[in-house]
């Protein structure tokens, strides 16, 4: 198979493929669902990131099908000098798709990304129970050099 992948903003038809992609997986499962309401709630929230220019949903296509998405934020700072940083979140690959190199390709796009907009740190956070997760993002040379913590707030 073609590893002619191809990447662009997200637009709101790609949403339901989007959210699909984030069900297709072992944890995204357990907090993901498709409902009236919760579809409104993604829509929402799709529309706050298609607004912000600090915001990039991307999704990747191979052949005109979408395989891939990840939701990249620039964040200026006064860190680090005043240096520009990109979070790296929502990272998926289908399931059918996997094991194809598409989640080398979409991270290497990201970090570009995130260069050209003038970003000099990209991090990220994995779940602590996605151990492969962890080696994959390892053997691109991201560093665990800090301690993620979330604290969750009722909706």
Same mark, same amino acid.
């Given at each position: 198979?073609?590893?002619?992948?191809?990447?662009?903003?997200?637009?709101?038809?790609?949403?339901?493929?989007?959210?699909?992609l984030?069900?297709?997986?072992? +944890?995204?499962?357990?907090?993901?669902? #498709?409902?009236?309401? %919760?579809?409104?709630?993604? $829509?929402? &929230?799709?529309?706050?990131?298609?607004?912000?220019?600090n915001?990039?949903?991307?999704v990747?296509?191979?052949?005109?099908?979408?395989?891939?998405?990840c939701? +990249?934020?620039?964040?200026p700072?006064? #860190?680090?000098?005043g %240096?520009t940083?990109m979070? $790296?979140? &929502?990272?998926?690959v289908?399931?059918?798709?996997?094991?194809?190199?598409?989640g080398?390709?979409?991270?290497n796009?990201a970090?570009?990304?995130?260069?050209?907009q003038?970003?000099?740190?990209?991090?990220?956070?994995?779940?602590?129970?996605?151990?492969?997760a962890?080696?994959f993002y390892?053997?691109?040379?991201?560093?665990a050099?800090?301690?993620?913590?979330?604290?969750?707030?009722?909706?």
């Open positions: 198979m073609s590893q002619n992948f191809t990447h662009r903003k997200a637009v709101l038809g790609d949403l339901e493929m989007i959210i699909q984030l069900i297709d997986d072992e +944890l995204g499962k357990t907090r993901e669902t #498709t409902t009236k309401q %919760s579809d409104q709630r993604y $829509i929402d &929230a799709f529309n706050k990131i298609i607004a912000d220019p915001q990039y949903l991307m990747v296509e191979q052949n005109k099908e979408i395989v891939g998405t939701h +990249l934020t620039i964040m700072s006064v #860190t680090f000098i %240096s940083r979070q $790296i979140e &929502a990272v998926r289908s399931s059918k798709f996997r094991s194809q190199n598409i080398t390709w979409m991270i796009a970090i570009e990304y995130g260069r050209s003038g970003a000099t740190i990209i991090q990220l956070t994995t779940n602590k129970k996605r151990l492969a962890k080696k390892e053997d691109l040379d991201f560093k050099t800090h301690e993620g913590m979330k604290l969750y707030l009722d909706s």
